[in-house]
């Protein structure tokens, strides 16, 4: 399992687009892929789970990945995120 913690820094208005996109990104993976805050960890692949989180602004995250494309997983949502930074 690969694991990068983030935290989330973008406009509220903005919020939908970033996770529709975050979700389509992530579907591309095999990989089991969570985003954990706190005491909850939600399926990355699941857009009513993340757009029902109402992450807000300067939210500290992890996200996880694990299989065998893990790596890429990561790399991909990790520039994904940095462009909502």
Same mark, same amino acid.
């Given at each position: 399992?690969?694991?990068? @913690? $983030? ?5 509220? @208005?903005?919020?939908?687009?970033? =996770?529709? &996109? $975050? =979700?389509?990104?992530? &579907?591309? $993976? *095999?990989? *089991?892929? @969570? ?7 939600? @399926?990355? *692949? ?13 939210? /500290?995250?992890?996200? /996880?990945? +694990? &299989? ?6 990561? +790399? ?10």
């Amino acid at each position: 399992m690969t694991t990068r @913690d $983030f935290e989330l820094s973008f406009a509220p @208005d903005t919020y939908i687009s970033f =996770v529709s &996109g $975050f =979700v389509l990104e992530a &579907g591309r $993976f *095999k990989s *089991k892929i @969570d985003i954990c805050y706190g005491d909850n960890c939600l @399926d990355a *692949k699941s857009f009513w789970g993340l757009l029902y989180a109402s992450a807000s602004p300067r939210t /500290r995250f992890a996200l /996880r990945a +694990e &299989g065998d494309d893990e790596q890429q997983a990561l +790399e991909q949502l990790s520039a994904y995120i940095d462009r909502y930074r």
